[in-house]
């Protein structure tokens, strides 16, 4: 019996062996093939990429060129004298801090609001129980398919008829409440425990209360992506400023700039594209700022617990 015993350490090696033998093989990490493959990928993205961008870096190296210099042939990328004075006149022939001062306001506005009525509905639809709730979701979420073009009319007369017509107030009455909203955060809602929920009651915690110091902390990465949506939606929206606001005391960016074009016989380009790249500033600062939660709000939004 003696002869036939093994050590400890040959039968751990052993194991090893069977272990790694019955384990299939797969590539490398450096073999050559799964070198060329991440190449590759990284090489498609980063064509991607650059296409992607290539309309922000041709308006920002626009907006430092001569106007005749913007549309020349052939096609010139890099100016050939940088003309920072583009965003001195921008300031000086327009009313640009006004257009930035109503944008921004409007902005600010419908994303709280939003953010606010959004996650208020979504907490009832995905928490409380009544009579209907599905169908009433099914329907309220249907409207996102109903173009806002069908509609238009009627929205304008009822602002008319409340005279908040050519005022701001008409724009955050218009945007204040939305269906996507209200659907992502009813999808992320229901990947937080009910038992959480169950055990606030059992204390004595109403159903606001609930919503207000349960649901809300747990929905940060939602509640940025919604709010960096809305913000950036708001912010570039043209049709609905161009309906309701005739005061160019009023006017948004997108329609001072369009007023600037058609104001000027010739027009200069490279003044346009100056107040462009002002106009995109704000959105990719807060979008830089907030790209953490958004992915993490978007890729939870669709899970559940």
Known sequence: MTGLMVPIEDRRGLRKLADSEATP???RSGSPLKRAGRVTGYTVLIVAALALFAPFI???L???KTSNEVFSVPVTWFPEIFVWNNYVEIWTKSDMLTWIRNTMFLAVVVTFLQVLTGSFAAYGFARIRFPGRDALF???IGTIAVPWQSYMIP???LMSELKVSNTLWSIVLLQAFGAFGVFLMKQF???IPEELSEAARLDGLSEYGIW?????PLSVPALASLGLLTFVNTWNDYLGPLIYLRDPNLWTVQLGLKSFVSNLFDTNYALLFAGLTISV???AIIFLLGQKYFVEGLATSGMKG
């Open 189 to 191: 809602y229901e990947t």
């Open 281 to 283: 500033i704000p959105i």
């Open 58 to 60: 041709w308006m920002v």
């Open 138 to 140: 099914l329907v309220y």
């Open 155 to 157: 929205q304008f007369i």
């Open 25 to 27: 093989r797969g590539p």
């Open 62 to 64: 626009s907006s430092l």
């Open 212 to 216: 207000r110091r349960i649901m809300l």
